[in-house]
């Protein structure tokens, strides 16, 4: 769920002829209804950029009644990839807050706030992490509008500020106008060998429409511990 989450600093970047923006407001399922909503705001220029999402659930599942994710991240961007250099998350479970801030130095992210403890004995180490993104940026990677040539050439490792994934999108599709990519997403570290046995891949795919002179993701299809999840672009 931490890796759900809207408002977005976009006057903390500068004007640029270049700037993209990508907003869009998008339904999740999952356990065969829509649970919540994601609405997720950024901007890219040629150097730089940043986004801010919001997760808010229906109230309509007791297992995920009242959650609510704020999450912000921003850095640089180097063609296609995105350094990110600050990274925060606001979480709400209606029982239980969290906020958890990323920082990043010489490409190595430090964590700190309210739910950062002691490291573990799987805790992920700094090479291991090294490259790797936040949650949010990894998000914004999938979802923003994009070029056609560029999709489906995604592999990107994300740190959370304990645990280590990866998301890798190379298999690609087209019917008619529509681009679909097919890919996983993993566990890498953090994690006991008692998760790992239990899950560590979750196959996932992503489907684009054309808008404008770019590509649009109009839905995510991903399975989850929970079961199968989609988001749907409203």
Request: aromatic share 6%; charged share 25%.
């Amino acid at each position: 769920m931490r890796s759900l989450a809207l408002a977005i600093g976009l006057c903390l970047l500068p004007a640029s002829l270049a700037a993209r923006d990508t907003v869009g407001t998008y339904a999740v399922r999952a356990l065969g209804v829509t649970v919540g909503q994601l609405q997720v705001s950024g901007r890219v220029t040629d150097s730089a950029f940043a986004v801010t999402a919001q997760f808010t659930t229906s109230g309509l599942v007791g297992a995920v009644k009242g959650i609510r994710f704020v999450m912000e991240s921003r850095g640089a961007r180097r063609g296609d990839r995105f350094i990110p250099s600050r990274y925060s998350e606001d979480m709400d479970t209606g029982s239980r807050e969290s906020r958890v801030q990323l920082v990043w130095k010489g490409g190595v992210a430090r964590a700190s706030g309210s739910e950062v403890g002691e490291p573990g004995p799987y805790a992920v180490t700094d090479a291991q992490q090294r490259g790797a993104v936040d949650p949010l940026t990894a998000m914004f990677m999938v979802l923003r509008d994009q070029p056609r040539d560029g999709l489906c050439r995604m592999s990107q490792r994300i740190y959370d500020g304990e645990r280590l994934t990866e998301i890798a999108l190379t298999g690609r599709s087209e019917d008619g106008d529509t681009v679909t990519c097919t890919g996983l997403y993993r566990r890498v570290a953090g994690y006991s060998p008692q998760k790992l046995a239990e899950k560590a891949r979750f196959p996932l795919t992503v489907t684009y429409a054309p808008e404008g002179d770019l590509m649009q993701m109009v839905s995510v299809r991903a399975d989850t511990t929970y079961g199968p999840a989609t988001i749907v672009r409203r």
